[in-house]
């Protein structure tokens, strides 16, 4: 799965055809010149985990900057929020392939390690952890790697954990997010 930086049309950052970071450092500046909003979910949510993360890796803090604005939303709303403002926002692959017909918004950015959104089975323990368990092991057999490798999305989104040879890089990437303060 992926995230996607989107925004207007227009694009008046100028941030198309750079590195997420870059598009995020473009962004900064056209706000701070009054021509760019960024709506943020700012509910700690995994996309607003990551989206901070970005901004902590262009060096950049948007906190209470007068273009940028936290939802404190779900991802439709923050979109419909971008599309009403025409503004940037960060949101994962699935809700945006959800929305975009109805929306008035492009992807600027939609590749990069920075983009990748990889998933995570935990099993609370105050929960059913059986049947938790159970999930669990079926998600990572051969046939539930076979059924997550067969969903294709629209080539949208990763393989499944096997073959290993895609285990070690996407590791490495997810290893690389864990470390960044967002």
């Known amino acids: 799965n ?3 930086l989107v925004g207007p049309p227009d694009d008046p950052a100028e941030a198309s055809g750079k590195s997420v970071i870059d ?3 473009s ?9 760019a909003l960024f709506i943020s979910r700012g509910d700690n949510s995994g996309t607003n985990v990551r989206e901070m993360q970005i901004w902590n890796m262009a060096g950049l803090s948007p906190k209470n900057r007068s273009w940028y604005i936290e939802s404190g939303s779900d991802m439709v709303t923050t979109l419909s929020i971008a599309n009403e403002k025409q503004a940037y926002t960060l949101v994962d692959v699935g809700t945006w392939l959800f929305m975009k017909d109805k929306l008035k918004l492009k992807a600027i950015v939609d590749r990069g390690d920075e983009l990748i959104n990889i998933y995570s089975v935990y099993i609370v323990p105050s929960g059913n952890t059986r049947d938790a368990s159970a999930f669990k092991q079926f998600l990572l057999s051969r046939e539930g790697q076979e059924i997550i490798n067969n969903f294709r999305g629209g080539g949208l989104f ?13 590791r ?3 290893e690389k997010w864990s470390k960044i303060k967002g």
Do not use: C, H, M, Q
């Open 23 to 25: 598009a995020f450092k």
């Open 172 to 174: 490495s990437v997810w």
């Open 27 to 35: 962004i900064y500046s056209a706000g701070e010149r009054g021509r």
């Open 2 to 4: 992926y995230f996607i």
């Open 158 to 170: 990763f393989s499944a954990i096997w073959p290993n040879d895609r285990t070690s890089w996407l």
